[in-house]
């Protein structure tokens, strides 16, 4: 989800193209990503999360193997068309396959955690091998991520599934709270992960230290998702106020890197917003299990979908904001409002 954009510069000479339409290759696989989602989620209760996730991660391959041909723009676009849908799948049936074997707010969290692992790697490590290696590391380095979860997910068997085949809950208006948290933290983490890189390159940072203190907008998450669920699992009645805290600390990380007051300051509001977006995501999820036992993983879909939503229309928003004053500034301000409004949302 941020490979692309971790080396949006390079990518758009590779390309021959701008900033704003390296944008839109993260947002064409968010727009897949986002359709797979109820479908993964119905076909997931209906017929178990296993083989979804398998036909996922073959989607993966199969993306990213397109997007190796050649260094077109057209063909990338169709390149993340698929890998979206894997992505999008994969999500959902990996988190239901967390349920379905028993896990509560602490392996969601832990799984959480996992999937943000991807992201982080990704702003860490693709500048540096794309400066050593070319164009390409952001999709091979993906393929390998995918062939490596193929092997825990065929080891997975004998699980129990739901069998829903009553109409999917995107009318339950009790899940829309939890997809604007979700969006809130999710949705905006990975709008600024991907123009992150970008936006400290501008004010002067190397691509490998942009990438290492970008990384940490969404690898930070693989701590605080799994803190947020063992606090969730102790201390239910508190989900509130960890959520709401949380969404005031990454306003103050986002306002931190739009100051630009220096690469520290920079660095440290990139971990704060990292940090602070991790711990909803268990309070968030053990809330929709419970609310809708009969279709989870069609809630899961619901949910997660409002954050791909404000991942699809708010990513190549923020790529725009860097050919305005501010370098993208902007767009962090906007990132950092939208958070702290949410605060004020949060749901009991």
């Known amino acids: 989800m941020s490979n692309v954009g971790a080396?949006?510069?390079?990518?758009?000479?590779?390309?021959?193209?701008s900033l704003a339409v390296i944008g839109l290759l993260t947002t064409t696989l968010f727009v897949s990503h986002l359709v797979a989602q109820l479908p993964a989620g119905i076909t997931a209760d209906r017929l178990g999360a296993r083989s979804v996730a398998l036909v996922a991660i073959a989607l993966v391959v199969l993306g990213n193997l397109i997007a190796l041909i050649t260094p077109n723009i057209a063909v990338a676009a169709l390149a993340r068309a698929v890998t979206g849908l894997g992505s999008g799948g994969g999500f959902v049936a990996g988190l239901d396959l967390v349920r379905a074997g028993g896990g509560g707010p602490i392996s969601q969290g832990l799984y959480g955690g996992a999937t943000m692992a991807g992201g982080g790697l990704a702003l860490m490590t693709v500048p540096a091998l794309t400066d050593g290696t070319s164009w390409r590391a952001p999709f091979w380095t993906a393929i390998a991520l995918a062939v490596a979860a193929a092997a825990p997910t065929l080891a997975t068997r004998g699980l129990p599934r739901i069998g829903e085949r009553r109409a999917a809950p995107v009318r339950d208006r009790r899940l829309l709270p939890l997809g604007a948290i979700q969006a809130a933290?999710?949705?905006l983490s990975v709008i600024a992960g991907n123009w992150v890189v970008t936006l400290l390159e501008r004010q002067g940072a190397s691509s490998t230290l942009a990438g290492i203190a970008g990384g940490m907008t969404l690898f930070a998450g693989i701590v605080t998702r799994p803190a947020g669920g063992v606090v969730v699992r102790a201390h239910r009645r508190r989900a509130h106020a960890l959520v709401a805290a949380s969404l005031v600390a990454g306003a103050t990380g986002a306002a931190a890197l739009a100051s630009g007051i220096s690469l520290g300051v920079s660095a440290v509001g990139a971990l704060v917003l990292g940090l602070a977006a991790g711990l909803p995501?268990?309070?968030v999820f053990d809330a929709t299990l419970r609310l809708r036992p009969d279709a989870p993983a069609a809630a899961i879909g619901v949910v997660n979908g409002c954050a791909v939503l404000a991942i699809l229309v708010g990513t190549p928003l923020a790529g725009l904001t860097f050919s305005l004053p501010?370098?993208?500034r902007i767009g962090f301000v906007a990132i950092?409002?939208?958070t702290a409004v949410a605060a004020l949302a949060t749901p009991r």
């Open 326 to 328: 501010g370098d993208g």
């Open 281 to 283: 995501f268990a309070a």
């Open 185 to 187: 933290t999710f949705g």
């Open 336 to 338: 950092g409002v939208l």
């Open 7 to 17: 080396v949006a510069d390079p990518l758009a000479h590779t390309y021959g193209t």
